[in-house]
């Protein structure tokens, strides 16, 4: 069963929402910590369960033959997803989880603090250590809760039917040049945490009034990379800027897009997946997790979801370049902060007259 939806939120709304399931902090599962496991037991036991719910905000082209590819895995696994951006879909875990409401045995998506701060303190996600983590950078494990599966970044795309190469922006702050005026478009920064780090990276580098400046030029809104990502194969719009999840499969059907990664740098984003600490299938979800962290998963994870995986060793993309390859790629985590990001969207909102 597939169900898709969208809407705004912030950040604020997430962490409402969290204050509340801390209030339920008695309630949560114990925080030991994750001890081995038998493994065999825990797939027996998903068998058993027969049944996966997973939460996600991977493309939809992709995620219904990386479900496929996993049931091939797992026979007797059956799934259901629920797709949303990244920011609605930590809102409507928190909310479900703060109403004892819970449908989620594993969630990947973008996290923000409010998901990490659910995570590390109202027991949002089953602590244990998966057998496949052992071939991954350390880096990647947050507490043995969270495990980083792939790396989206931010990119300027442009039409190549209606753009020279040599015409095409290659920073940043080319978006606002009157030339583009009415012909830019990206995904709203209160729908996505995505755009948020970009927009705390423009800030960090100088450039706090992109709002303005882009309003100015007369920027245009499209739901989602995806949705961006068709305005400018459309010819809707000329360039635009978005985070580079449709890019790679994109290319791959030969779309004519050409694309630049400034290099002044840009802001990353990294999907972090987790098994709920009230999963209705809990063996089903560390089986899945487990398996879209083993090197068939994340090759699977990487063609159909179209960004670079973080396990070693996995082939690598063939369009788009890895993260290491990129001048000045800045981790959002390490700039993006609640207040300050909700003060951010605040401007954005009022800059378009959105409430």
Partial sequence: MTRTGDRDITRRTALTTLGAALALGASAPSRAMAAAED???VQAAALKEGKLSFYHNLRPQGVEQLLVEFRKANPGIQTEQIRLGSAPLIERFSTEFNAG???????LTFPDDAMFAGVDKAGWAA????????????DVNHGNKVFAVHTSRNVIIYNKQRVKPSDAPKEWAD?????????VAMDP???SIAVQGLVAFWVKNGIPDAAQKLKANDVRFFEGSAGVFQAV?????MVATLADLPLEPGLEDGAPIGFVYPKSGTATNSGYVMVSGRAPHPNAGKVFVNWLLSAPGQLVLQEQG????TRPGVTPTKFIPPTSALSNAVDSLTIVSGPEQNKTIDVWRETFGIR
């Fill in 39 to 41: 493994w065999p037991a």
């Fill in 189 to 191: 920064p209160w729908r």
């Fill in 101 to 107: 409401r819970n449908l989620a045995d594993a969630m």
């Fill in 127 to 138: 602590e244990w250590t998966p057998p496949e983590l052992a071939a991954f950078n350390k």
């Fill in 175 to 183: 978006l606002w040049d009157p030339k583009w005026k009415g012909k």
């Fill in 306 to 309: 179209g960004l670079p995986v």
């Fill in 233 to 237: 194969l459309r010819g809707d719009v």
